[in-house]
């Protein structure tokens, strides 16, 4: 059955942001779960041909293609972080996001009930790993450290652990306490872009 992927790549000032490490994962998701004799769509030959927006600005960059290696025309929507005060732990062990499936429908599930300001932390047998939406990251506002257990392979996670801006760490749900902040990270958001202070997470 054909079933549909995504990426979201950050378009800053008229270029795309980390697209080696986007197309590593599109590389990654067609080895697993391309179908035989499927072609690996490439990023930049799809921006190349459908461009963002040029001159200054950010933009949310949605690319859609499916296990055939079909990739559909990008859709650029200017970006502005949603702004998150509050974090809910919520157990969910049998979660699996390993692929970044055009369908979230389980994913968001996680997060019935909450308000437009909170967001869901998702722990696997006790384990932090992530958001609905992103990684996150632990610290004191100066150096950050991500859990070892994470449900999708972020780019930006992966990109700050290459080049040793963040560590890999394992956090259970009571070590949360022993960090001042949560800062949540993906395509789009850096370390510090939206913080949550750990004095604001609920446990289950």
Not at 43 to 68: F, M, R
Not at 78 to 107: G, I, M, S
Not at 117 to 132: A, F, M, N
Not at 145 to 173: Q, Y
Request: glycine share 8%.
């Amino acid at each position: 059955m054909c079933r549909l992927i995504f990426e979201t790549v950050k378009w800053k000032d008229g270029a795309p942001c980390l697209l080696p490490w986007h197309q590593r994962r599109v590389e990654r998701s067609m080895k697993l779960h391309g179908e035989e004799g499927s072609s690996v769509p490439d990023l930049a030959s799809v921006l190349e041909g459908n461009p963002g927006p040029e001159g200054a600005g950010i933009y949310k960059c949605h690319i859609t293609y499916d296990t055939q290696g079909k990739a559909r025309r990008p859709v650029f929507e200017p970006y502005r972080p949603r702004l998150v005060k509050r974090l809910a732990c919520v157990e969910n062990p049998r979660l699996d996001y390993f692929c970044k499936w055009e369908d979230r429908t389980e994913l968001q599930t996680a997060g019935l009930g909450l308000g437009e300001d909170e967001e869901v932390l998702i722990l696997r047998h006790g384990q932090v790993t992530d958001t609905r939406y992103s990684n996150v990251v632990f610290g004191d506002g100066s150096s950050w450290v991500t859990p070892e257990t994470f449900l999708l392979p972020g780019t930006k996670r992966a990109f700050l652990l290459a080049c040793g801006a963040i560590e890999e760490l394992s956090i259970k749900a009571e070590d949360i306490k022993k960090f001042r902040f949560c800062s949540l990270i993906n395509a789009m958001l850096d370390p510090g872009d939206v913080v949550v202070r750990t004095e604001d997470i609920v446990y289950p």
